[in-house]
């Protein structure tokens, strides 16, 4: 027998209640009973995404809605801001070249945030942007960026701030409305607590006015399409019936913990994590703008990466994440987000300094699990 635990930025452990929701019998979608479940969707995605703007479920993975926002917003040679900060900015830059929409990219050294003055001066440079695409939480370097800084510095302009949220949302604050993100997007199989295979995104009025010149092609995503089915409380084609069931269920239990205390958990969780691996003599990879929800470590050149993660996994059944694109073989990644307790993190590390240890890299054994530990204990 091997237990197996999940500490990677999406996928994401399941809560039994989530669990249990997925094996209810299949209903009808064009019944009142579903439209009850569509209603209690969009109103706990609204407290989720902190937003009056309406919030589409798509049946898609994350990068789904993202593609949603570039088809729906744009026309082909329209010209826009991409931040690429790693591999999911990069992500926005890839779309938009694909619908023959013109980027400027802002290259940001990975594992350091984009600076909001130097979105302002891109859009001071050229008042025609009409959309700065960025990312809440960049899940392959674990920086969150400041969007509360970047949405002060567009509010005031003619572009639309476009935010990808989908391994924040749910772990890390993400104020919509405050902040004046025009478009959210998200996904289910991170913070949100459910298995992949829904995205999810909020449009506000000021975004409406670009959808409603947008020229780009889009079919299976066309958010006008989506709005006028919204409005009937249903959805244009058949929705992910079980996994929106399931969202309810996750939402329900979002609201019961209440978004503060989610976000203090994380904000836990990740520090006993960053403490736990600085005690193992390893470094972060971004120590300044660290994500609550994913924690990117360095790996000591003797430290074979792909060895690590992969005897963790296959040998011990703990899963984390090696590192993405260029940072393959230079890092690894433990998730922190979703259905995370303190337990779970105890089990990682404890799993991490075992490997270690094996591979002969050198600290004092329980150092890690001493420095978690010491975090769950404070203000107990
Ligand atoms: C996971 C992730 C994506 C991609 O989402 P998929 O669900 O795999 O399509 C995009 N952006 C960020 C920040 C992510 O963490």
Redesign the pocket.
């Known amino acids: 027998m091997r237990k197996t635990y999940l500490l990677t930025?999406?996928p994401t452990p399941l809560p039994s209640e989530v669990l249990e929701a997925m094996a209810r019998p299949i209903i009808h979608h064009r019944t009142p009973q579903f439209q009850a479940i569509i209603k209690e969707a969009h109103e706990g995605l609204k407290y989720v995404f902190q937003t009056k703007n309406d919030c589409f479920m798509l049946a898609s993975?994350?990068?789904?809605a993202?593609e949603a926002a570039v088809a729906n917003l744009l026309s082909p040679q329209d010209t826009v801001i991409t931040v690429e900060g790693g591999k999911?900015g990069e992500?926005w830059t890839e779309l938009c070249k694909a619908y023959g929409v013109n980027c400027e990219v802002i290259k940001v050294e990975w594992g350091k945030p984009v600076e909001s003055e130097e979105i302002k001066k891109r859009l001071k440079a050229n008042p025609r942007i009409k959309a700065v695409f960025t990312?809440?939480?960049?899940?392959s370097t674990g920086v969150t960026n400041d969007i509360e800084a970047i949405g002060r510095v567009i509010k005031d302009t003619e572009s639309v701030l476009v935010v990808?949220a989908?391994?924040?949302l749910g772990a890390i604050s993400c104020a919509s409305d405050a902040w004046h993100c025009d478009v959210v997007v998200s996904?289910s199989?991170?913070g949100l607590m459910l298995p992949?295979g829904l995205?999810f995104i909020s449009v506000s009025p000021k975004a409406w006015k670009l959808v409603d010149s947008a020229k780009c092609p889009r079919y299976y995503f066309n958010l006008k399409k989506a709005k006028k089915a919204y409005d009937q409380v249903d959805t244009p084609f058949t929705p992910a019936i079980t996994l929106i069931v399931a969202l309810c269920q996750a939402l329900k239990m979002m609201r019961e913990e209440g978004l503060e205390n989610i976000f203090l958990r994380h904000k836990k969780m990740a520090r006993a994590v960053r403490n736990a691996v600085k005690a193992l003599g390893l470094e972060l990879f971004a120590p300044h703008a660290a994500s609550d929800a994913v924690t990117a470590v360095k790996v000591p050149a003797n430290i074979d990466t792909g060895k690590l993660v992969k005897t963790m996994r296959d040998t011990y059944g703990v899963t984390i994440a090696g590192g993405q694109g260029d940072l393959k073989g230079k890092l690894f990644r433990i998730a922190h987000m979703g259905y995370i307790g303190e337990f779970d993190i105890i089990t990682g590390i404890s799993c991490l300094e075992k490997v270690l240890q094996q591979m002969g890299h050198k600290f004092e054994l329980g150092s890690g699990i001493k420095a978690a530990e010491e975090v769950f204990l404070q203000g107990e």
């Open positions: 930025p999406g993975s994350g990068t789904g993202m999911f992500r990312t809440l939480c960049e899940t990808d989908i391994s924040g996904g199989q991170k992949p995205g």
